[in-house]
């Protein structure tokens, strides 16, 4: 079993920034690719970012390429989303999962998952 809690979403400014943060406990963290998926209202969950179990490998929705950069700190059992250039349409709850498949974890097919930070974003 792997527990996921993430924080760092709040409100932010159009253009603004933040960083979320996930932090994982339970099995060995860097067995598990890493994904950040968000989720707005009336829509389904999508996959945000994905970074691979050593974090050499890393893939972007097509939407946040070049704002967005996913990172993993192994011994630390932490993996980071930072969020640059914000824009009301990135405004959503932002989930944090863990797969130990990371073509799974591409397919928003998590293993285990956190409960979720708010992140708005005020035009």
């Known amino acids: 079993q792997v527990q996921l809690v993430e924080s760092g979403g709040g409100l932010v400014e159009t253009g603004g920034s933040l960083r979320l943060s996930c932090a994982a406990s339970?099995?060995?963290?860097?067995?598990?690719?890493m994904g950040w998926f968000r989720q707005a209202p009336g829509k389904e969950r999508e996959y945000v970012a994905v970074i691979s179990q050593s974090g050499g490998i890393r893939y972007y929705a097509d939407f946040v390429k070049g704002r967005f950069t996913i990172s993993r700190d192994n011994a630390k059992n932490m993996a980071y989303l930072q969020m640059n250039s914000l824009k009301p349409e990135d405004a959503a709850v932002y989930y944090c999962?863990?797969?130990?498949?990371?073509?799974?974890?591409?397919?928003?097919?998590?293993?285990?998952w956190g409960q979720g930070t708010q992140v708005t974003v005020s035009s």
């Open positions: 999962g863990a797969g130990g498949i990371y073509g799974n974890v591409l397919q928003n097919k998590c293993d285990y």
């Open positions: 339970g099995r060995t963290f860097s067995n598990y690719a």
